[in-house]
């Protein structure tokens, strides 16, 4: 950083929020430069001290993109009180990350964890419809008819909300394999119990280029090389 860079983007690279995020706190006066406010446009080095509501943030790491397998009954957040189980209780590194795109407590499988503001802003909340694979188990014998009706597009009466088109097929009796491009809040729970029936598994095993691969509950794997250079690639609004 000899020349420095903007300073919503040095928060981003922090893994603090996303720059849209950060230009709100640089204009609410809660981002400090070496003592002084910080303004919208202002460029920061690697030696200057940045701080966000009185804390010192630590200088940049490198941008970490990890592929963690999620196990069932971990709710995605960092801190909650009413949560038997969090990520934080879990999960540890030796860098600082944020979950780029939540998976449900009782749902498992492919979770991104990034340091990366603006990847986690794209992935969570982007209009580019980014895809994501799960394999699902339900209570009653897949029909075709079911098949047909889950890649139409259900309208979610409690969402007020129909459901994008999308790819399902049939992986066993009672297992069919879904991609998505939309996030809605228990999105294929919901979509399967306005059929009548009752999901017993989910199991996210890609999200965009990212495959889940043979990790284990619990364990993760660094995104490097030709796959980190996708993923970015398929993010089109980072710069």
């Known amino acids: 950083m000899a020349e420095g860079i903007r300073l919503n983007k040095y ?7 996303s720059r849209r995020q950060a230009d709100g706190y640089i204009e609410a006066g809660r981002v400090w430069v070496n003592g002084r406010p910080g303004t919208a446009g202002q460029l920061v080095a690697s030696a200057d001290e940045v701080m966000l509501d009185g804390r010192s943030l630590a200088p940049l790491n490198e941008k970490t993109v990890l592929a963690w397998y999620k196990p069932v009954g971990v709710t995605c957040t960092e801190k909650d009180s009413h949560a038997e189980k969090t990520i934080g209780d879990v999960f540890s590194y030796p860098v600082r990350l944020t979950y780029a795109g939540r998976l449900d407590r009782d749902s498992e499988g492919l979770l991104l964890l990034t340091n990366d503001g603006d990847l986690i802003q794209e992935l969570m909340h982007g209009s580019s419809g980014h895809e994501k694979e799960y394999v699902v188990k339900v209570d009653r014998e897949i029909t075709d008819d079911f098949l047909k009706a889950m890649s ?23 297992t069919f394999r879904i991609i998505l491009t ?13 059929l009548g029936f009752q999901v017993k598994r989910i199991k996210r095993v890609r999200v965009a280029n990212i495959l889940l691969k043979d990790l284990k509950p619990g364990q993760y794997r660094e995104i490097t090389g030709k796959e980190r250079e996708t993923l970015y690639g398929l993010v089109q609004s980072l710069e």
């Open 11 to 17: 928060l981003a690279q922090a893994g603090i929020c």
């Open 152 to 174: 139409k597009g259900i309208y979610l009466k409690e969402l007020l909300r129909t459901t994008k088109p999308c790819e399902v097929t049939r992986e066993g009796k009672y």
């Open 182 to 194: 939309q996030g809605l809040n228990r999105q294929i729970r919901r979509m399967c119990a306005a």
